[in-house]
């Protein structure tokens, strides 16, 4: 099983691949077409752009996955519509084809006889990639295949790719916008059951080289399954003094050493943003991108993402849940966890993702409805619970 998440890990840096080459060569830049259909908007945005890479990024996982995995390219799900319409009026469905040639024909289709643009993408899109984490190579789990479902978002915060600003400064390691928030989503997820079980997160653009301006990226990974978790952190975690760890559990006995920290919104609301400054002091961060901002809580930048809109989806949260399942974490339903409380101990309320939501249509049918919040440390989640509770509730009298 572990030969999925290798397969995974290889196809995410082929997108990634695509996802730089569409940045960094000018006649693809240009090609950022079609607003998204009515049923396919998603609400937190006027306007929501589909681009082409978006579409063939998530082919292209797709095309791989089935042909190393017969059957499983039916089993995954993503934000976009692959069917294209161009200035003839053509209705065209985007896949990847068998040879280079053929997917330039068919691009050239989509973007209206611009070969030189098609050319480019087709070689990128046929370039094979070879992509893997020496620690995937020391273990074997076997998970049946026919349970496993997988939500992609092929790339995460499509503005900030658009509008690519590469220059942004990082806020104590969080960049609040810029090409650094773009990420690749894709986290896999028991059918039966709808609990995540491995996820990958690649973001394309985390340096980038002032000679050359050719980007560099990382991929982030986790498995967790019957008892079994392990992830990319680890290394990095393990690398970490004995002392440090033990001053960190000293600490955590006690009480926390610092204010607990969060990742938000910009548009998160106002008694949120209230409650969480007398929560965390100054330790609150804006980023953009749901994905980013649970990678943020998977690299231990902040303690807590929340977000109490319903406007992220299935696909932008299954893949960091894997990994923070696999850390020891989660992603709970923020609306379920203030209505309930939770007890020490108890269950909490996390996010499935095998069933829709009744009565919803289009992309709402996905959505996250009680919004979330997004944590490595079930202890740290209970204390950040507390204290939100006890001060969301005279802003909530206010209101």
Known sequence: MSDILRELLRVSEKAANIARA?????TLFQLLIEEKKEGEKNKKFAVDFKTLADVLVQEVIKQNMENKFPGLGKKIFGEESNEFTNDLGEKITLRLCSTEEETVELLSKVLNGNKLASEALAKVVHQDVAFTDP?????????????????????DSTYQYIKGSADIKSIQGI????????????????????VPLMGVINQPFVSQDLNTLRWKGQCYWGL???GTNIHSRQLAIS???????QTENASSEVEFSHPLSAVISTSEKESIKAALSRVCGDRIFGAAGAGYKSLCVVQGLVDIYIFSE??????D??????????????????????????????????????????????????ANKGGLI??????????????????????????
């Open 22 to 26: 569409c940045r960094q060569q000018e």
């Open 135 to 155: 620690t995937l190579d020391s273990i074997e789990i076997n998970i049946p295949q026919d349970i496993l479902g997988i939500w992609v978002d092929p790339i």
């Open 175 to 194: 960049f609040p916008c810029g090409l650094q928030c773009v990420t690749i989503l894709i986290g896999v997820y028991d059918i039966q059951t709808g």
């Open 224 to 226: 967790s399954y019957m």
């Open 239 to 245: 690398k970490r003094t004995v002392k440090e760890t």
């Open 310 to 315: 319903d406007t992220t989806f299935k696909w």
């Open 317 to 366: 949260s299954c893949a960091a849940h894997a990994i923070l399942r696999a850390m020891g974490g989660g992603i709970a339903d923020l609306k379920e966890c203030l209505e309930r409380n939770p007890e020490p101990g108890l269950d909490l309320p996390q996010l499935v993702y095998h069933v829709e939501n009744e009565g919803a249509t289009g992309v709402d049918r996905w």
């Open 374 to 399: 997004a944590y490595r440390s079930r202890k740290q989640l209970e204390t950040f619970l507390s204290l939100l509770l006890q001060n969301l509730a005279p802003v909530q009298t206010q209101t």
